[in-house]
């Protein structure tokens, strides 16, 4: 038996009617967190800061493109970020989700990684969701029954090697969305974050076309006996390694959706049973 999905999604309609902006969205999970949303009737800003890969999210939107708007923004800038969402709100008319999927990788030996290596993944990962959650929660408020989903990693509370700086930045996302659940709980609007592992994106597998999911790989002379933890136990078609975005996507929607009216302050790890 396989992890990997043998059929289409079901026919869901979770999203009808709801305004939803996700950053990250030109490639890798976050446009398969757009094209998901899509699916079950959202209306969809997609924001990145490459235009290509907007691009390729609305071509592989297809038909279901009627409901997708795309936003140039650098969620490492506050200008950027500032003028992004303003114009995503404009576009949407308020906001129910948001999914902060933006974000980068730079793997390094210790002593070679830069001072300006591990504050760029810091200003994307970290700082870019701070960002992005400040301008959007005066929407939030106004919204049907908000929800923000964020996007920490396994490499957050289990050893990741080479990847300090990833860990560092999405072990921060963590901590900062049970501060927000918190705050938030009596306003209504839940915060949850997916710790993705052993996932195919731009990030994982050099293909990613944009400052905001491409990052180098591995040193050279990386040592792969380290990586035997992180291996996902359940079993992918042709004895891959990595799922694919839709694995992730899922469980976004859900969160983002209504169904997880009662669910905050938590995250949920995806990634096989690799850290069972």
Not at 147 to 169: K, L
Request: net charge negative.
């Amino acid at each position: 038996m396989s992890a990997t999905p043998t059929g289409s999604s079901p026919q869901l309609t979770r999203y009808a009617g709801r305004r939803v902006l996700i950053t990250g969205g030109g490639s890798g999970i976050g446009q398969a967190c757009a094209l998901r949303i899509l699916a079950e009737g959202g209306r969809v800003v997609a924001a990145d800061i490459s235009a290509d890969g907007l691009a390729d999210t609305a071509e592989k939107a297809g038909a279901l493109g009627a409901g997708l708007s795309v936003v140039a923004m650098d969620v490492g800038d506050e200008a950027s970020v500032s003028a992004g969402v303003a114009e995503a709100m404009a576009t949407l008319g308020g906001l129910d989700t948001l999914v902060n999927a933006a974000g980068i990788l730079r793997s390094a030996h210790l002593a070679d990684t830069t001072l300006a290596d591990f504050e760029l993944v810091l200003r994307i990962n970290l700082i870019g969701t701070f960002l992005v959650t400040r301008e959007a929660i005066t929407a939030l408020r106004e919204g049907d029954g908000p929800a923000v989903v964020n996007f920490s990693s396994t490499s957050a509370q289990f050893a990741h090697p080479y990847m300090a700086a990833y860990a560092a930045s999405k072990g921060g996302v963590l901590a900062m969305t049970h501060a927000w659940a918190l705050e938030f709980a009596k306003a209504g609007i839940r915060f949850n974050c997916v710790q993705p592992g052993s996932i195919s994106s731009g990030m994982t597998d050099g293909t990613g076309a944009s400052r905001q999911s491409i990052g180098p790989g591995l040193p050279e002379d990386a040592d792969f006996t380290l990586f035997a933890k992180v291996a996902p136990m359940l079993p992918l078609d042709g004895g891959a390694i990595f799922a694919a975005p839709d694995a992730v996507a899922g469980v976004v929607a859900m969160l983002g959706s209504r169904d997880a009216y009662f669910i905050t302050g938590t995250e949920v790890r995806i990634d096989g049973g690799s850290h069972m």
